[in-house]
């Protein structure tokens, strides 16, 4: 059996398959996730006896993901999809990791496809909808790829879009806020997910100034201020945590858009008004940054 390193928090119970190993195209900046794997098919052989071994490796579960980080490119897609679903009655969501611009050029036929196998879900990596920021980073996707995939996925699938605040740096932190709700008003994804720009890589360094704790949080404003269509948004991972040396003080914003927007928004207010007090009172506050940068966190 042989595993995907790599699962979205939501998958937490699924069954994982390794439908491909690494990442076809594996050249953001920002991303360390496959940078040592070299990218390859497995064999449909070896998928299919992983399926047949699932309740050898994990408890009974009623959903199951597809690694590593873009397994629709895989030329048995439709057969594998297919596959677990017979073998494996029980799971009703079959998700997988998807590149927006594989989705962006896959004919409508196979998405149909993929649906009548048992596909459900599909988690993709939009980061931005800033195209200035999506080309410094070489996402190797611009907005209107995005926007494409997502009018076109939407009709079969439902959607996660990942976001990533900070990835212009405070230099673009507006024109990244704005146009990425932009995008997301337009491709209308299910859920939006936040992560917050942890660098883990120095070129990125180079690249881009780091957002300060209240930066982050303003950022993060703007994002939720400029999304206008239902979703589900959340900023469900460290990375988006605020600390003082007591432990985080801020752990993210969750809730269903247009009817806890201001919620969200309140709070995130809130916070800012806590950090000035705190600032003021002597207490240093911490990004996923400083606390990678110290060793105290690992992503
Ligand atoms: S962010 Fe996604 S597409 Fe980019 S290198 Fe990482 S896994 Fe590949």
């Known amino acids: 059996m042989d595993f995907p390193p790599f699962r979205p928090p939501s998958e937490a119970f699924s069954y994982l398959i390794r439908v491909v190993r690494g990442c076809n195209w594996n050249k953001c900046l920002f991303c360390s996730m496959y940078k040592t794997i070299k990218f390859e098919q ?11 071994e699932i309740p050898k490796y994990f408890p009974r579960s009623r959903s199951a993901f597809l690694g590593d980080s873009n397994p629709l490119i895989h030329k048995d897609i439709v057969e594998i999809v297919r596959y677990l679903k017979n073998k494996r009655p029980e799971v009703e969501r079959i998700t997988a990791y998807a590149r927006i611009k594989t989705i962006a050029n896959m004919p409508e036929e196979k998405l149909e496809n993929l649906k009548s196998a048992g596909l459900t879900r599909l988690h993709m990596g939009l980061e931005s909808g800033d195209d200035e920021v ?28 990942y976001v990533i605040t900070g990835l212009g740096g405070s230099e673009r932190s507006e024109r990244h806020a704005v146009n990425t709700a932009k995008v997301i008003n337009e491709a209308k994804p299910t859920f939006v997910r936040v992560r917050n720009l942890t660098i883990t890589n120095p070129v990125m360094e180079n690249l881009i100034k780091p957002l300060k704790a209240e930066e982050q949080l303003e950022e993060l404003r ?4 400029g999304i206008k269509v239902e979703t589900y948004f959340t900023t469900d991972h460290v990375s988006n945590y605020l600390f003082t040396e007591q432990g985080a003080f801020f752990t ?48």
């Open 252 to 299: 993210g914003v969750h809730g269903r858009i247009p009817e806890e927007k201001d919620e969200m928004l309140q709070l995130i207010d809130d916070t800012l008004e806590t950090i000035k007090a705190l600032k003021k009172s002597g207490v240093r506050i911490f990004t996923s940054n400083d606390l990678f940068r110290l060793g105290l966190i690992t992503l």
């Open 222 to 225: 703007k994002l939720i201020e």
């Open 42 to 52: 497995r064999q449909k052989e070896e998928i299919l006896r992983d399926i047949d």
């Open 134 to 161: 999506l080309s410094l980073v070489q996402k190797g996707i611009n907005a209107e790829d995005a926007i494409k995939a997502g009018k076109k996925a939407g009709k079969y699938f439902e959607l996660t879009y």
